[in-house]
């Protein structure tokens, strides 16, 4: 007689978490694996160039420089674990499709796995945006000391900003975008358990 229950469907709102987890989980885990790749590959292009010597051992004035490439990175390696978290989604779904119900997970242990996910990418998006405001620091300053006439002195080019401090700040605002993409679709995914 136990071995009949154990292989019954699951519940109704089970069902719907896990089809709500499978669907949420594949799409966050593309969106943010596109664009983790994509910043990534941005960054390795323009981290070796970040540090190249500036003339006359003045200080390096690019965007890249100091902690902003920094948290720029430790923002893309959290998203990485956001995008783990992405996945076990998918196999949290499996699990409470599982007509075994000793396999099935709890409802308060499926919202503890939402809620890590939330947190992974909330501290994730606070890397990438206080990196951010260190590089749109870097970007201001170098805007305000740049030469206004072109006439006269040598002027030093390093101070001009360079296409490569716009590509650090496209790669941080992918990452961005990334942790709000896992944020959004944390939130959808309590909202859908808290109403089963």
């Known amino acids: 007689m136990t071995d009949q229950l154990d292989t019954e469907k699951p519940p109704l709102a089970a069902q719907r978490v896990a089809f ?3 669907t949420a989980g594949w799409v966050c885990f593309w969106v943010q694996a596109v664009l983790a790749v994509v910043a ?3 960054l390795l292009f323009a981290i070796p160039f970040a540090g ?5 051992g003045a200080a390096p ?4 420089t100091g902690g902003g490439i920094f948290l720029a990175v430790c923002g893309i390696v959290v998203l990485g674990y956001s995008i783990y978290r992405a996945f ?3 196999r949290l779904s ?3 499709r599982s007509p075994a119900s000793a396999v099935r997970p709890k409802k308060a242990d499926t919202i503890k796995e939402v ?3 939330l947190m992974s990418n909330l501290a994730g998006m606070l890397l990438t945006l206080i990196g951010a405001e260190a590089i749109s ?3 201001l300053a170098k805007s305000l000391a740049q030469p206004q006439a072109f006439f006269g002195t040598a002027i030093d080019l390093s101070r001009f900003i360079q296409p490569l401090d716009i590509f650090v700040v496209l790669a941080n605002t992918h990452a961005t975008v990334a942790h709000f993409a896992g944020i959004v679709t944390a939130l959808w995914l309590l909202d859908r358990i808290y109403k089963q």
């Open 52 to 56: 190249r010597p500036t003339p006359a």
């Open 61 to 64: 004035t690019n965007a890249g």
């Open 115 to 117: 809620r890590l996910t």
């Open 40 to 42: 990534t590959i941005i």
């Open 20 to 22: 709500a987890l499978r």
């Open 94 to 96: 499996r699990e409470l």
């Open 88 to 90: 076990r989604f998918t």
């Open 137 to 139: 620091g870097t970007l």
